[in-house]
């Protein structure tokens, strides 16, 4: 299912399920500015959603909302059946959250930051975040938490695979040995709810790797997750549905094979002599090929967008076949392939420039 801007994206495939995220009609202003204009998805419990847009979609914005940090200037938000705000010291204990710049205390060890984490997340109800604003209650004793590394602690840390450096201090940490630091607070309270704000940015190929597995797993234990990310193979990796975001709207959502077959298959090749046009090749399924000319030959491309996803390229090679066995000809380099999440995000951010 492809569902164009404008349309709601609750989906009527979600109805009836547990929706641990529910998002309806949410607009959000900065003064004069509309950073969300209108976006609604749910996510039912034990799925992983991603959010993918362009820079300034309104991605964070969306979360941050979600997250409680900030009230919704119109439309409905629920978390686990709650209000984020009204709700927010509830939530607290069942949420886990990932920001997208993590800010610690750069003179703390990582045993110590986690530490520290655990004694703010069951201290009192009132919000706390380690990011850009750290709030420590009046009656948080620091020294007398820290100086011990628990095993609470530790499993946090060998979960992302941090416990070498659990005795480090924060800011000899490396930009992705901070991200994993963060992905450890957020897990720490084994959370229903997970928000991901570009989790793996940062990471080399194996962190990221690592950081999928630890993600997957807290799914299969059923974690339901909802994550921002720029990395499209993270999100045909992890993710069961997902939408495509830009300026403030969502263009397209559903699932990865959904998003994709909107994007079409592309069949190429090559013909020798560079006196081909357009009048001399088939039109496969209504569409005519794009040429471009070079080293002699004539390079031909079909975008397929029609039919089933399925059986496209199929349908499409046979007439092409016959047209290149009467006349003699060879299609060197015959190529098919599938439509991509790339092509699909390329798309929307082309439809709507
Ligand atoms: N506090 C704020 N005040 C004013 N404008 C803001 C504020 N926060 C975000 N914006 C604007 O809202 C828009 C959406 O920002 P947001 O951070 O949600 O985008 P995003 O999709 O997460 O982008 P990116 O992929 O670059 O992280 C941007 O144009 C941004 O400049």
Same mark, same amino acid.
């Given at each position: 299912m492809t569902l164009r801007q404008g349309v709601d994206a609750t989906g009527t495939e979600a109805a009836g399920l547990d929706?641990?995220?529910?998002?309806?009609?949410?607009?959000?202003?900065?003064?004069?500015?509309?950073?969300?204009?209108?976006?609604?998805?749910?996510v039912p419990r034990g799925e992983i959603f991603a959010l993918l847009g362009t820079n300034g979609a309104g991605k964070t914005t969306t979360m941050e909302v979600l997250e409680g940090f900030t009230p919704a200037t119109d439309g409905t938000v629920r978390v686990l059946g709650l209000d984020p705000i009204r709700h927010r010291r509830e939530l607290r204990l069942r949420v886990g959250i990932m920001l997208q710049e993590g800010? @610690?205390?750069?003179?703390?060890?990582?045993?110590?930051?986690?530490?520290?984490?655990?004694?703010?997340?069951?201290?009192?109800?009132?919000?706390?975040?380690?990011?850009?604003?750290?709030?420590?209650?009046?009656?948080?004793?620091?020294?007398?938490?820290?100086?011990g590394v628990d095993r609470r602690t530790m499993g946090a840390l060998e979960l992302v695979g941090l416990e070498s450096k659990a005795r480090t201090k924060v800011r000899q940490l490396s930009g992705g040995q901070k991200r994993k630091l963060d992905l450890a607070l957020a897990v720490l309270s084994a959370p229903e709810v997970l928000f991901l704000d570009e989790p793996t940015t940062g990471m080399d190929p194996e962190a990221r790797r690592t950081t999928w597995k630890v993600i997957e797993n807290l799914r299969a234990?059923?974690?339901?997750?909802?994550?921002?990310?720029?990395? /499209?193979?993270?999100?045909?990796?992890?993710?069961?549905? /997902?939408?495509?975001?830009?300026?403030?709207?969502?263009?397209?959502?559903?699932t990865v094979e959904e998003v994709v077959a909107g994007s079409g298959d592309t069949v190429a090749f090559r013909l020798a002599g560079v006196?081909?046009? @357009?009048?001399? /090749?088939?039109?496969?399924?209504?569409?005519?090929?794009?040429?471009?000319?070079?080293?002699?030959?004539?390079?031909?491309?079909?975008?397929?967008?029609?039919?089933?996803a399925e059986a496209r390229a199929h349908a499409a090679l046979r007439p092409l076949l016959k047209w290149a066995d009467e006349r003699g000809e060879t299609l060197e380099r015959l190529a098919v392939r599938r439509g991509t999440l790339e092509d699909a995000f390329m798309r929307v951010v082309g439809e709507v420039r």
């Open positions: 929706n641990v995220i529910e998002v309806g009609g949410l607009r959000q202003r900065y003064g004069d500015f509309e950073a969300v204009r209108g976006v609604s998805f749910t800010g @610690f205390l750069g003179d703390l060890t990582v045993a110590e930051t986690v530490d520290l984490w655990k004694g703010l997340s069951e201290d009192g109800g009132r919000p706390v975040t380690l990011s850009g604003t750290t709030t420590l209650p009046g009656s948080f004793n620091l020294m007398g938490r820290v100086r234990g059923g974690t339901t997750v909802l994550l921002t990310t720029h990395y /499209l193979e993270e999100a045909e990796r992890l993710a069961s549905r /997902l939408a495509i975001m830009h300026e403030g709207r969502i263009h397209t959502y559903g006196t081909w046009s @357009f009048g001399d /090749l088939p039109s496969l399924d209504g569409t005519v090929p794009t040429l471009t000319y070079a080293g002699g030959g004539t390079e031909v491309t079909y975008t397929l967008t029609g039919g089933r």
